[in-house]
Structure formats: structure tokens, C-alpha cells
């Protein structure tokens, strides 16, 4: 039975952003989750949770937003075959930077990282590892206020096998992205 991860992240509610895209609500509330990923910068979780639909059991790491937050920086998630290291990014230099990611994944034995901070969702298979940037899923600037493009990923996986949708719209149009992944020993490979 396939395993359905919803990704998200970069909320900034209420300082930047009050609700998510009504499409996005939509399908989210639609949708049968097992899990959800939360790469941080909720800003305040009540309101952030009361801007989405219910959601199912979280794993959820502070942001450089998440002022007093009681979660970790970062945490390991095992999902089938695939052990994925959840963190929010701020600890890297520059923003997003993927070869630190893969220096720290290899440290710790891990096939996947899923980051935010930088406000793009991004979908990059390095070196035989895979990175996942949700973006900002109420499409949140980095700055004070303002909106960019919103977007979140969804994961189904089953066994060795990964599907990563990646939902982003510019508030006219939303888009789908769907790419397919296996895990073979220890290296992650595209196989759609």
C-alpha cells in the first residue's frame, strides 16, 4: 500500500501571509495523507493550522521565524525504504546549498534532504542523493509582505519507489510536476 506524504513549508502566518491558495486547500483537503513534513517558519502554528485543511500526524522543525518554538532544528524521518533528514535550511551558507546538504547526509546515512528557507521549491537529484525544497506554500516573500509563487510536494512511496509532485502556482494557473525515483543499494536513481 503506497505511504502519501504532504510537503510544505514557509507559511509565515500571519506575519506575511494569511491564508494558502483555494486551490491548494482543495486537493490538500481532498487528499488522504499518512504524514505530513514541515520544513518551519510556521510563525505561529494555531493560525497556520487553522489556514489548512486537518492534517495527519506531523513531523515539524523550527524555522529562523519559529520564534520559542519547542521543535528540533532538524529530524530523521524513516518512510519505507527511504530515510529522509527534515530540517529548515537556515544553518546553511548560502541558502540552500546543496553540497553542504550532501556532505551532511552522507554523515548520517541519509538518501534524502528536505529543506526551506528560500521561499523555491526545487526538486534536485545530486551525487546520487535527492533534495526537496516544498517552497513557500502561501507563497510568502522573504521580505514583509507581498506574495510570490506558492507551492508545496507531495510524496508517494511504496517500498524503494518514490513519486515526488511538486504543486506550485502564480496565482492564475496551478501547475503539476511529477518525477519518479528508485532506491537502489544506497543510491537514489530517476527512473521517470
Known amino acids: ?47 497556520m493550522r487553522a489556514a489548512l485543511p486537518p492534517l495527519p500526524r506531523c513531523f515539524i522543525v523550527t524555522g529562523n521565524m519559529d520564534f520559542g518554538s519547542s521543535y528540533n532544528f532538524h529530524e530523521q524521518v524513516q518512510v519505507d525504504s527511504f530515510n529522509i533528514l527534515l530540517l529548515h ?61 506558492a507551492s508545496f510536494i507531495e510524496l508517494i512511496v511504496n517500498d524503494n519507489q518514490m513519486c515526488v509532485i511538486l504543486h506550485s502556482t502564480d496565482w492564475r494557473v496551478v501547475k503539476r510536476t511529477e518525477v519518479e525515483y528508485q532506491k537502489q543499494k544506497e543510491r537514489i536513481k530517476r527512473i521517470s
Not at 534532504?113 to 545530486?126: E, F
Not at 551525487?127 to 510570490?148: E, H, Q, S, Y
Open 1 to 47: 500500500m503506497p505511504y502519501r506524504v504532504l510537503v510544505l513549508g514557509d507559511m509565515h502566518i500571519p506575519s506575511r501571509r494569511d491564508a494558502i491558495p483555494d486551490d491548494f486547500y482543495q486537493y490538500i483537503n481532498d487528499s488522504q495523507y499518512d504524514m505530513a513534513l514541515i520544513t518551519g517558519d510556521l510563525v505561529r502554528e494555531s493560525d
Open 89 to 149: 535550511g537556515t544553518q546553511l551558507s548560502p541558502r540552500g546549498n546543496i553540497e553542504q546538504l550532501w556532505e551532511i547526509l552522507q554523515h548520517i546515512g541519509g538518501d534524502i534532504a528536505i529543506h526551506g528557507h528560500t521561499h523555491q521549491a526545487t526538486i534536485d537529484l545530486y551525487k546520487d542523493r535527492l533534495f526537496l525544497n516544498p517552497g513557500t506554500i502561501t507563497g510568502a516573500t522573504g521580505g514583509a509582505g507581498g506574495r510570490t509563487n
